[in-house]
């Protein structure tokens, strides 16, 4: 079985404590080399393409072009971030794609919106000299939205909506989405139907080895199995995950904390 995309949590720790984030409770961790090495070695042949990021601020980890480097060797590798430690990776040349969530803008990090900006814009410009693609994200109910699109329209000679997702210049992207409600057993939200891409477009690994089915699992509460313990191929095979999978594609939701999610749901 072959997936788009798989996610790899490199950290779970992060700089930000975000009003829409979740936040993170489990223990904090920075992946070690070897472990890193295993999961990529497990997942050969199931993708091309994995997203160093779940819960956590990926640049954050001190070996974060070591693992770029290496996991550039099978896969292409693309990264999401907050942009605030996006000058460690301006010279890596191993990087398929930048998502940059700028809607995660702080004022009480230490940084003013122009100098949290200009850094984005001046690393973005070296990164796409590298063959990298840059996406800035963006959610439409961000306070600092009209201030940000106009930063992006005097930067790259635009004139972009802000509430419309567009191409800016070439390998520089615009992306616009509207908030969702992270999934969680504690949120009033409920619906048990529905479909997901988990399962089927992508799946996730944590930092800790524990495989989830979403990239919105960030708690790892339907654990489909550890990486480190077990092989991936007899993880997604899993009776757990086929009836998750078949649930999906008859458009019902199985596991309890997927009903408890609005992501598809809210993008329909």
């Known amino acids: 079985?072959?997936?788009?995309?798989?996610?790899?949590?490199?950290?779970?720790?992060?700089?930000?404590?975000?009003?829409?984030?979740?936040?993170?409770?489990?223990?904090?961790?920075?992946?070690?080399?070897?472990?890193?090495?295993?999961?990529l070695n497990k997942i050969q042949g199931f993708t091309k393409y994995i997203y160093l990021h779940i819960m956590g601020e990926p640049l954050l980890h001190p070996m974060i072009n070591e693992l770029i480097d290496e996991a550039a060797q099978s896969?292409?590798?693309?990264?999401?971030?907050?942009?605030y430690f996006i000058e460690k990776i301006k010279k890596n040349k191993n990087i398929r794609q930048v998502n940059i969530s700028l809607h995660d803008f702080d004022i009480k990090v230490g940084k003013s919106l122009d100098e949290y900006l200009d850094s984005i814009l001046i690393t973005s410009g070296e990164l796409v000299k590298?063959?990298?693609?840059?996406?800035?994200?963006?959610?439409?109910?961000?306070?600092?939205?009209?201030?940000?699109?106009?930063?992006?329209?005097?930067?790259?000679?635009?004139?972009?909506?802000?509430?419309i997702s567009t191409k800016l210049s070439?390998?520089?992207?615009?992306?616009?989405?509207?908030?969702?409600?992270?999934?969680?057993?504690?949120?009033?939200?409920?619906?048990?139907d529905g479909t997901c891409y988990g399962t089927r477009h992508h799946m996730g690994?944590?930092?800790?080895?524990?495989?989830?089915?979403?990239?919105?699992?960030s708690a790892g509460t339907i654990n489909l199995g550890n990486i480190y313990k077990r092989e991936f191929s007899d993880i997604i095979m899993s009776d757990k995950f086929k009836k998750m999978q078949e649930g999906f594609l008859n458009n019902k939701k199985i596991e309890e904390l997927c009903k408890h999610c609005n992501f598809c749901d809210s993008r329909r």
């Open 1 to 39: 079985m072959d997936f788009k995309k798989i996610y790899i949590e490199v950290t779970n720790v992060c700089n930000l404590n975000c009003e829409f984030c979740i936040g993170n409770k489990r223990e904090k961790r920075f992946i070690e080399m070897d472990d890193f090495k295993i999961i």
């Open 75 to 83: 896969y292409f590798v693309n990264i999401t971030t907050n942009g």
């Open 130 to 163: 590298n063959g990298t693609i840059v996406s800035y994200r963006m959610w439409t109910r961000s306070k600092y939205l009209d201030k940000i699109i106009q930063k992006l329209n005097e930067h790259y000679g635009t004139r972009i909506d802000g509430e």
């Open 170 to 192: 070439d390998k520089v992207f615009y992306e616009v989405e509207n908030e969702f409600i992270w999934p969680s057993l504690e949120n009033n939200y409920y619906n048990e």
């Open 205 to 217: 690994i944590l930092v800790d080895g524990t495989v989830i089915p979403c990239c919105l699992d």
